[in-house]
């Protein structure tokens, strides 16, 4: 699998993650509502960078951070881990998160299109999973908008803050977008 260095959009940039980064997601990490369905909860740096480490050395793991004019406002994952399929290599999982004061400008879908273009085109993926809680409707329509079809909902398994909430899961797959 070729992993770029960076990806482009017209407004911005996705570079990997490097312990430098730490501080900066952080200090979207913490605040809730940039964070709300990724079901984690960053409490310190220290924190951040235990949950991110793991990341700089896995090879079944991409993370970028996304970048706004050299100004970090949030981060991009893929895991290719086979846990998430029974194909392997050819499905990924996919998570985001924007500092909430980014929302609703466009660039979370943006990001998903130009990763979603990267992966079908330059490695061997078929097909893209993503999930999201029912209650977060501008996030499952940033998935509709980048073709994401819903595929289930599963009820009461996705915790956030020691409440159990709906969520909905999507796909998308290579021949669909040809």
């Known amino acids: 699998m070729v992993i770029p260095t960076t990806l482009c959009t017209q407004r911005l940039t996705l570079e990997p993650l490097t312990l430098a980064d730490t501080q900066a997601i952080y200090t979207i990490a913490k ?3 940039s964070i709300e369905d990724f079901q984690y909860v960053a409490r310190s740096v220290d924190d951040v960078k235990a949950w991110l480490e793991p990341s700089y050395h896995e090879p079944t793991q991409l993370v970028w951070v996304i970048r706004k ?28 998160f924007l500092d909430f004061r980014h929302h609703n400008q466009g660039y979370a ?7 979603r273009d990267w992966l079908f085109r330059d490695t061997d993926v078929e097909r893209i999973e993503a999930g999201v809680t029912l209650r977060n409707i501008p996030s499952y329509r940033v998935l509709e908008k980048a073709g994401f079809i819903r595929e289930k909902i599963v009820e009461g398994n996705w915790e956030w803050y020691g409440k159990f909430y709906d969520s909905a899961y999507y796909f998308l797959t290579k021949i669909s977008i040809l």
């Open 31 to 33: 605040e809730r509502q």
């Open 69 to 96: 004019q050299g100004q970090t406002i949030g981060l991009f994952e893929v895991c290719f881990e086979a846990e998430y399929s029974d194909l392997e290599d050819k499905v990924c999982r996919i998570g985001y």
């Open 109 to 115: 879908t943006e990001v998903l299109l130009a990763v």
